[in-house]
């Protein structure tokens, strides 16, 4: 039966992610790929570690973007015809725990045909009330414009089965933005999306979050204003 490969995008990720790395080989998984997202040269060290340890490193020579980093990773997989069922896109920073991968990891037995969110209780005292609330106007605006209810659109982990995989390199989006456009097209594709509840992870208070960061909510309203206009056009 095929795995499970791990994906990480990786900014100047922490000297912890080294750790992490180790507890998630222990799990029933194909390989891990890490994506250097154009890091500051002193992490070269730290990446060079990671290769030592079996991941596979893909390096930009700067930094081009989480939605590109992901991309990278996955037409790595498509050129190189890994065998794999899908992928699981992880934080570098702590976003996630090995338990919170393992979550959705052991849910791909079930929901194995579509998108799996792993989705953050911001219910959680962990997270800051500003938190809280962005992410609550951020699941009311994607359901007023792509009428879907999805309860965290901001999660970066997801399981995405490999046939997914030649569609999702052609979706718009180098930055941040991707990770809602990716949902966007899936809803547009009738490809299911399941949700998942994680918490395992405990945010350390005044840590950088790179990829899984609070986000500028005009930006958020714009970006889903402007895929709500596009669809209405093409349905006319």
């Known amino acids: 039966m095929e795995q499970v490969i791990i994906m ?20 029933p998984i ?7 997202d154009g890091s500051e040269e002193k992490y070269n060290r730290l990446f060079e570690q990671l290769q030592q340890e079996g991941c596979d490193v893909l390096t930009h020579d700067q930094n081009l973007g989480k939605g590109r980093a992901l991309k990278t990773g996955m037409e790595y997989i498509l050129k190189s015809r890994l065998r794999t069922k899908g992928i699981i896109t992880v ?6 725990s090995v338990l919170d ?20 209780d911001f219910k959680d005292s962990d997270y800051p009330f500003i938190s809280k609330l962005q992410n609550r106007a951020y699941s009311m605006m994607f359901e007023l414009f792509i009428r879907k209810r999805l309860l965290d659109i901001q999660t970066g982990l997801r399981y995405i089965p490999r046939k997914h995989l030649p569609w999702l390199c052609k979706v718009k989006g180098e930055s941040y933005h991707y990770d809602t ?9 009738k490809v299911p ?3 998942v509840p994680i918490g395992h992870a405990k945010l350390r208070k005044n840590s950088i979050i790179y990829y899984d960061e609070v986000l500028n909510p005009t930006k958020i309203f714009q970006q889903l204003w402007i895929n709500f206009l596009h669809k209405r056009q093409n349905t006319k």
């Not at 194909?30 to 250097?36: E, F, K």
């Not at 934080?91 to 996630?96: E, I, P, R």
Request: proline content about 5%; cysteine-free.
């Open 8 to 27: 990480i995008p990786a900014l100047n990720p922490l000297p912890a992610l080294l750790e992490f790395i180790r507890k998630l080989r222990a799990l």
């Open 91 to 96: 934080g570098a920073h702590g976003q996630h």
């Open 101 to 120: 991968v393992e979550q959705v990891l052991s849910s791909t037995k079930i929901f194995s045909d579509g998108i799996i969110l792993g989705i953050r």
């Open 30 to 36: 194909a390989r891990i790929i890490v994506i250097n």
């Open 181 to 189: 456009n990716m949902l966007i097209e899936a809803i547009r594709r």
């Open 193 to 195: 999306v399941y949700e």
